[in-house]
């Protein structure tokens, strides 16, 4: 799996769109771009996958450079519900576990 | 929906005994569930494979005899926590691949794992 990088931490105020960026230069073209995000003491929950269109659904939605050397998960009105840890993973399909990183502590403040 | 659960949320044992977790998928059937453990202030590491119907595979530096993993169903597999000694104290999760379908891994809540 393609090795992804994401800031260490951020913050958004509550009500505004929150951007978290994600970057994965040597991303193959067989390799969709996962987000999962993990609310203290939780098992990881499913946001959204895509692999060269960008993507939408209830949660959020996902923006992918036409290159696909990075990505872009946007939640569009954050809540302080949102505060959690968010994975960007990259894997091509097939059976395997997933490899996480450190991922980005989203805050939102109140 | 996909919901996936396990069982129990949190046990505390004395070391030396055995711990079972059962995971579950709810609502679909999974041919292909993972456990995974989280130290406190890391990322989750992947554990194990668990295949319905055959038997686990390992990553490398997890003992199989010592995690003993059965998926006899295609809606639960269970992790057995061996001879556990206060170093196994850990947050287990599980998850599961729905049946042919798309490669989306779902989660369950977890289990916290406290030895004595």
């Known amino acids: 799996d393609a090795k992804t990088t994401q800031p260490p931490s951020m913050d958004c105020a509550e009500g505004r769109a929150a951007n978290l960026p994600c970057n994965h230069s040597t991303i193959s073209g067989n390799e969709y771009v996962y987000w999962y995000r993990q609310i203290h003491s939780q098992g990881p929950q499913y946001i959204i996958h895509?692999?060269?269109n960008n993507e939408t659904n209830e949660m959020a939605s996902l923006i992918i450079t036409e290159d696909r050397k990075s990505s872009t998960l946007i939640l569009p009105h954050a809540t302080l519900r949102d505060t959690a840890v968010y994975y960007c993973i990259v894997r091509a399909g097939g059976a395997d576990g997933l490899t996480f990183g450190k991922g980005t502590h989203l805050i939102i403040q109140p | 929906g996909a919901v996936v659960s396990q069982h129990p949320s949190w046990v505390i044992c004395k070391s030396g005994t055995s711990v079972k977790i059962e995971c579950r998928s709810l609502d679909f059937q999974a041919t292909t569930m993972f456990w995974y453990r989280q130290f406190p202030k890391q990322s989750l590491m992947l554990m194990a494979t668990s295949n319905e119907g055959s038997k686990a595979t390992y990553e490398q530096g997890v003992e199989k005899d010592k995690f003993l993993i059965n998926h006899a169903s295609l809606t639960l597999s269970t992790l057995t926590v061996t001879s556990a000694h206060p170093e196994d104290s850990s947050f287990y999760i599980c998850s599961a691949r729905k049946t042919r379908s798309t490669d989306t891994q779902y989660f369950g809540p977890g289990t916290r794992l406290t030895v004595l």
């Open positions: 895509g692999l060269k």
